[in-house]
């Protein structure tokens, strides 16, 4: 009797470990991507169709030859944007392949 206890004290503990850590990873993925404008693939295209992450109001680069990379990826143009209701700025954040443009809320200090 004692060791099925042990067993299923054991089996809980480790549920609620990866549980946590499922937990963590999502809302790190959502921090990550929040304000993201464009469609996001993967993991956190999943999560932006679902309505975790926000969308951001920033404009691309036109669908024109001499605005795009030598990757053929349109770039992200600075400039304002919102997010949530919330006045920002847009930003390109990554690198490489996982560059992706994103809307940054400003934040107002309390000396203001």
């Known amino acids: 009797m004692k060791i099925r206890r042990t067993i299923l004290v054991c089996m809980i503990g480790l549920f609620s ?14 921090g990550i991507y929040s304000g993201a404008c464009e469609k996001l693939s993967g993991f956190p295209g999943v999560l ?3 309505g975790f992450v926000p969308k ?6 036109p669908d024109d030859d001499k605005y795009k990379d ?3 990826k349109k770039r992200c143009l ?12 847009c930003v ?21």
């Open 17 to 30: 470990w990866g549980l946590a850590g499922g937990v963590a990873a999502v809302l790190r993925t959502i």
């Open 48 to 50: 932006q169709a679902a």
């Open 56 to 61: 951001g109001t920033c404009k691309l680069e």
């Open 70 to 72: 030598k990757d053929k």
């Open 78 to 89: 600075p400039g304002e944007c919102t997010v949530n209701g919330k006045k920002g700025t």
């Open 92 to 112: 390109e954040e990554g690198s490489g392949d996982g560059a992706v443009c994103v809307c940054r809320p400003k934040k107002i200090s309390r000396d203001e």
